[in-house]
């Protein structure tokens, strides 16, 4: 089982992302950038206007910061101009904030002759690492290799690599090109490296078509069959997984009874581009669910999108009053209130035309760097007039890391709920900040995605994600231990 860390994106009132165009305009990426002034201009933009910043950054915080940003200097400094990519990705990775990150805007078009030719000329395609490799070598070492991990691995039949032990300051192995079909890649050069974290978890430095950086967190379970995307062809693995699969519905919505008194029900996303199909769907469910006693929801590897997705299932799982004290409060700063304008001045929006002016003048009307919540944000209590429902009596939501977002939300309604359960593992984490700006990095192909607003009841899910109540042990099949949390056979 390979149990990916992905960035997820919140849907928020004001938009997810927030650009600011008039910015865009006024850069030009370079390929050959210089890391230290990325750097600089990051770290920079970052100690002004970033909310996980100034959520992890106290006073008593900031000597413990100011080694840590020296530590990176120092590297950047040592090692900037091959492994840029990597010490800005640690650097932000500091304020622990999914939501915050560094990324390069290729523009590169392969079918391009003269981008082609320009990229192969350029300092991201000579700077990559190359090294000695012979395939039938490759086979041989890895046949009569003990490392559950190296092997010949392929990626939809465009790359085969060799992944090898090779240990440095950043990782313990390297991916080697045997093949490729790319034309920005070529036999020899390093196309991904691993690093060793934990018992079963590894840092993945993936190198695209571009050669820039992605970089996320991978668990990987013995035997080794897979990582990330990567698939082992050789050595194939002989010996049983430690963990029983169970297959993931893809479908926007799969209904089903397991039983007689056993309904259920897996939601893929709660992407705002499908509202109306969800919403149509659940109040179609809501008479069979109604009259079915054990309910259990999967939203395994649901990205979330918009908490306006699940409300119709809310009724289902009430058992009593309670409140909602969760609260988003926006950073005020000169930067963020400049960028707010122009979004006002340069992407109309009239939806949110009227909410965007009055955020812009509450913002002005505080000392910089004060978080503000909005006036018309208030705790939200349920109604007395709210009915419990008397089937169904039991509610289990199933959940894995990959459910973000709304996902999150969702698994929190349900947690107010006496006849609810959860089940599973650590949620994602993509809860605690959000309503990103993005800002290209003058001078460079980097953007900066950064955090403008926070959740304080939140924030403690943000990157570790939100626990289940049972998690799931090791070779059991998560249906059927979820049914067991039912009480059903």
Not at 47 to 75: C, L, M, W
Not at 364 to 375: A, D
Not at 435 to 442: E, G, K, Q, S
Not at 458 to 466: A, D, F, K, S
Request: hydrophobic share 35%.
């Amino acid at each position: 089982m390979i149990v990916k860390h992905p960035f997820f994106y919140l849907i928020f009132l004001l938009g997810s992302l927030v650009s600011d165009p008039t910015v865009f305009a006024q850069t030009t990426p370079k390929a050959d950038c210089d890391c230290l002034e990325a750097f600089t201009f990051i770290s920079n933009y970052v100690e002004k206007n970033q909310a996980s910043f100034r959520h992890v950054v106290t006073a008593d915080q900031r000597p413990t910061y100011e080694t840590f940003k020296r530590g990176i200097r120092r590297q950047i400094q040592k090692e900037g101009k091959r492994r840029c990519s990597l010490f800005l990705h640690q650097y932000m990775a500091y304020f622990k904030d999914h939501h915050s990150q560094v990324h390069a805007a290729s523009t590169l078009d392969v079918s391009d002759p003269d981008q082609l030719k320009a990229f192969l000329a350029s300092a991201a395609f000579r700077n990559t690492e190359t090294v000695a490799v012979d395939s039938a070598k490759a086979y041989d070492y890895v046949k009569h290799s003990n490392d559950p991990v190296e092997g010949i691995y392929d990626l939809y039949g465009s790359y085969q690599v060799l992944i090898q032990k090779n240990k440095n300051a950043y990782r313990d192995y390297y991916g080697v090109l045997l093949q490729t079909k790319s034309p920005t890649w070529k036999p020899g050069q390093v196309k991904l490296e691993l690093k060793k974290m934990a018992a079963d978890t590894y840092q993945y430095q993936g190198y695209l078509q571009d050669h820039s950086l992605a970089l996320e967190m991978l668990t990987i379970d013995q035997p080794v069959t897979r990582i990330g995307e990567w698939t082992k062809r050789y050595p194939v693995a002989t010996t049983a997984s430690k963990h029983v699969k169970d297959t993931i519905p893809t479908a926007l919505t799969t209904f089903k009874l397991l039983d007689e008194s056993t309904a259920y029900l897996s939601i893929s996303t709660f992407s705002r581009e499908y509202l109306s199909a969800l919403d149509s769907t659940f109040q179609a469910l809501t008479p069979v669910l109604q009259r079915t006693p054990y309910l259990l929801i999967d939203v395994r590897d649901n990205g979330g999108g918009s908490s306006l997705a699940y409300q119709r299932l809310l009724p289902l799982l009430y058992t009593h009053p309670s409140t909602d004290d969760s609260f988003t409060e926006y950073l005020a700063t000169s930067g963020i209130i400049e960028r707010y304008e122009n979004l006002l001045k340069n992407s109309p929006n009239p939806a949110l035309t009227n909410y965007r002016k009055d955020l812009i003048q509450q913002m002005k009307q505080v000392p910089e760097g004060t978080f503000i919540r909005l006036r018309q944000d208030q705790p939200k209590a349920d109604t007395p007039s709210k009915i419990r429902l008397e089937k169904p009596r039991k509610v289990v939501i199933l959940y894995n890391r990959n459910c973000g977002s709304s996902c999150e939300t969702f698994v929190l309604a349900g947690m107010r709920s006496k006849k609810v359960v959860t089940v599973g593992e650590n949620s994602g984490g993509y809860i605690g900040y959000g309503n990103i700006m993005t800002i290209p990095v003058p001078n460079s192909a980097y953007v900066l995605e950064s955090s403008t607003t926070r959740n304080p009841a939140l924030v403690q899910y943000e990157y570790t994600g939100i626990p289940p109540m049972r998690k799931v042990p090791a070779q059991t099949s998560w249906i059927e231990f979820a049914r067991q949390e039912l009480g059903t056979p």
